[in-house]
C-alpha cells in the first residue's frame, strides 16, 4: 500500500475471529488480488475464498469465507478441538456448537455446531476415523513451504504456534502432540496466513489492541458444557496479557483463533497520545448478536513523533 511504518489498531469491542480480521485488512485496502496469488502458494487443496460485502447494524462491512471442497463441507472447518496422537475416536468433533457469532468457521474447541451458524448446513456426525491430522510441525511445513514473505510466514507460524500452546495446556499435552483435524487445519490456516498477508501487504509493523470484549455463558460441546472464555482462550489472554471485557452478549465473541492474532502478534495495549487516521476497515461477523456491532473494526493510523 506504501513504504512508510504503519500502525494498526484493534478495536476488540465486539470480540475477534480470524476471519473477521482478514475480512477488517481487506476492507482498510490490502490487496485481495494479492492475498489470492499467495494463498495459491500454499501447499494444500481444496479450498476457495470468498470476499464479499455485508451490512451489520447498518454498517457495510467486508465478509471474508473460506469455502472448502464440496467433499468436505460435511466437516467442521474450525479447527475443532485439538488433541493429542492418542485421541479416541469418540472424541473427534460431535458438532453442534453454539458457534461465535463472527468468525463463522474458526473455532477450534470441542464442538458441537449449531448449523445455522453457518450457513454451511451440515448435520451432526461424528467423523473421526480415516482422517488425518496434522501437528504444529505438519502446519510448519506447509507455511514454509509457500511463497509467503518471511514476514508473512514468521507471523502465521507464531499465530499457531501460540494457539497450539494454549490447547495444548488446556488438555495436558505439549504443543508438539496437540493435533489439528485435517478438514478444520485447512480452514484455519488460510485464515491465519490470510491475516499474515494481508498485514505484510499494508506494511503493519506496529500492532495495538487494548481490550477484547467477551461474551458470557457456556458452549456446548462433545464434553459437555463449557465456559465463556473457553479454555484455549484463557490461556492465550493469560499468555498474552490480554485484558478482557465483559459484554452484555450471551455467547463467545472471542474464538481462539482471534486471541491467538493478539497473543502472537500485538506490540501494544496502549493507544498511540496522538495519530492521525489513513483509513478505517470493518470486518463482518457471520450472526448477529444483540448488545454489540458485530463488526471487527480495525484503524490504519499514522502515529504522530
Known amino acids: 500500500m506504501s513504504n512508510h511504518h504503519h500502525t494498526l489498531i484493534i478495536d476488540g469491542t465486539s470480540g475477534i475471529s480470524g476471519d473477521m480480521t482478514v475480512a477488517a485488512l481487506l476492507d482498510l485496502g490490502a490487496s485481495e488480488k494479492h492475498l489470492r496469488e499467495q494463498l495459491a502458494t500454499l501447499p494444500v487443496d481444496g479450498f476457495e475464498i470468498a470476499v464479499t460485502r455485508a451490512n451489520k447494524h447498518g454498517i457495510d462491512a467486508c465478509d471474508f ?44 474447541h470441542c464442538h458441537e455446531h449449531d448449523h445455522e451458524a453457518h450457513g454451511h448446513g451440515h448435520e451432526g456426525h461424528h467423523h473421526a476415523r480415516g482422517h488425518h491430522h496434522r501437528s504444529l510441525a505438519d502446519v510448519t511445513a506447509i507455511i514454509d513451504g509457500s511463497q509467503l514473505s518471511d514476514g508473512a510466514k514468521r507471523r502465521a507460524i507464531a499465530i499457531f504456534t501460540a494457539l497450539a500452546a494454549a ?61 465463556i472464555p473457553v479454555p484455549a482462550v484463557v490461556n492465550l489472554c493469560q499468555a498474552g496479557n490480554i485484558a478482557l471485557t465483559p459484554a452484555p452478549v450471551a455467547g463467545e465473541l472471542v474464538t481462539p483463533t482471534g486471541a491467538a492474532i493478539v497473543a502472537a502478534l500485538r506490540t501494544s495495549e496502549h493507544l498511540p497520545a496522538r495519530y492521525r487516521i489513513e483509513a478505517v476497515g470493518y470486518g463482518a461477523g457471520k450472526r448477529p448478536y444483540e448488545g454489540c456491532s458485530g463488526t471487527l473494526r480495525c484503524l490504519l493510523v499514522h502515529v504522530d513523533a
Open 65 to 108: 469465507d473460506v469455502q472448502l471442497a464440496e467433499e468436505l463441507e460435511n466437516h467442521d472447518h474450525d479447527m475443532a478441538w485439538l488433541y493429542g496422537n492418542e485421541a479416541p475416536a469418540e472424541h473427534t468433533h460431535e458438532h453442534e456448537h453454539h458457534h461465535h457469532d463472527h468468525g463463522g468457521h474458526e473455532h477450534e
Open 167 to 227: 490447547e495444548a495446556k488446556a488438555h495436558g499435552k505439549t504443543p508438539e502432540t496437540v493435533m489439528f483435524h485435517e478438514v478444520g487445519a485447512v480452514d484455519s490456516i488460510v485464515d491465519v496466513c490470510s491475516v499474515a498477508v494481508c498485514l505484510d501487504d499494508l506494511g503493519i509493523e506496529d500492532i495495538v489492541v487494548e481490550s477484547l470484549s467477551e461474551g458470557h455463558g457456556t458452549i456446548r460441546c462433545a464434553h459437555g458444557l463449557m465456559p
